[in-house]
């Protein structure tokens, strides 16, 4: 499993010939709905390009309604594609009440983004909304939960069935000064197949949730880094 690491306007300066040296997959914040734009997005954009770090990108959502989650999904496609950018995949960052059924308004969301030429779209939500929201996942092309341990110092699995999971936002990362979201992957999906490297119909067994680094390049466990099933905690 590769390091994989969200960041956005919370992670106002990065070094990015650092984090590269260790990041296998960056996932990077666009908008926060469409009237606000992350303000750290093309800096960040840049710096991946420039340092060979690939990316994916996602939004934050806000729509209200069928119509304005198309708006939503029109101006995440444009700002992530601005300058002839080609993100890995596209996330709907689904995290927030804003409508009483928010199962249209995400199918929308979804359906636009491929309509513009997305060929992966993902969907992140709350691990205590997976519930409530009940969103037809099966729109999606994989499903990404957070899901974090007391203090960040151990890994919880999440209750509900997903291919990536974030699993701290107290983590620690090179070129990152303060903390930082951590994922690793949950389910059959592996790190080449977010990096469009694997065909999904080809992924069938679970993923070593071991931990491959460049640092160390080697699969090593994540006890080794200090990280640890954990009982519940919520």
């Known amino acids: ?25 960056a ?3 666009v908008q926060d709905g469409s009237t606000t734009k992350d303000k750290v997005y093309q800096t960040d954009a ?7 770090v690939p990316d994916g990108v996602y939004a934050f959502t806000r729509f ?4 304005d989650a198309k708006v939503e999904a029109r101006d995440f496609y444009s700002r992530a594609t601005a300058n002839a950018r080609k993100p890995l995949f596209f996330v709907a960052d689904v995290e927030d009440k804003t409508m009483s059924d928010m199962k249209a308004e995400t199918n929308a969301f979804i359906a636009e983004l491929r309509r513009l030429g997305a060929k992966k779209v993902g969907v992140y939500v ?10 037809d996942y099966s729109k999606a092309d994989f499903v990404w939960i957070p899901r974090y341990a007391n203090y960040g110092v ?11 999971q974030q699993y701290t936002d107290k983590g620690k990362f090179a070129g990152i000064a303060g903390n930082v979201d951590l994922n690793r992957l949950n389910g059959t999906k592996t790190l080449d197949w977010f990096l469009g490297k694997e065909d999904v119909k080809a992924v069938s067994k679970p993923v070593n949730q071991g931990y491959y680094t460049k ?7 994540l006890t080794d ?7 519940e905690f919520k």
Request: aromatic share 14%.
């Open 225 to 231: 880094f200090g990280i640890y099933e954990d009982k």
């Open 215 to 221: 640092k160390y390049d080697r699969l090593v466990s």
């Open 126 to 135: 709350a691990h205590h909304l997976y519930s409530e929201f009940n969103l």
């Open 46 to 52: 840049a710096g991946c390009e420039q340092y060979k």
């Open 64 to 67: 209200i309604s069928v119509g």
């Open 154 to 164: 151990s890994v919880i699995k999440p209750n509900y069935p997903c291919d990536l």
């Open 1 to 25: 499993m590769g390091k994989i690491v969200d960041i956005s306007k919370w992670q106002p300066e990065v070094n990015y010939k650092t984090f590269a040296t260790e990041i296998d997959l």
């Open 27 to 29: 996932i990077l914040r």
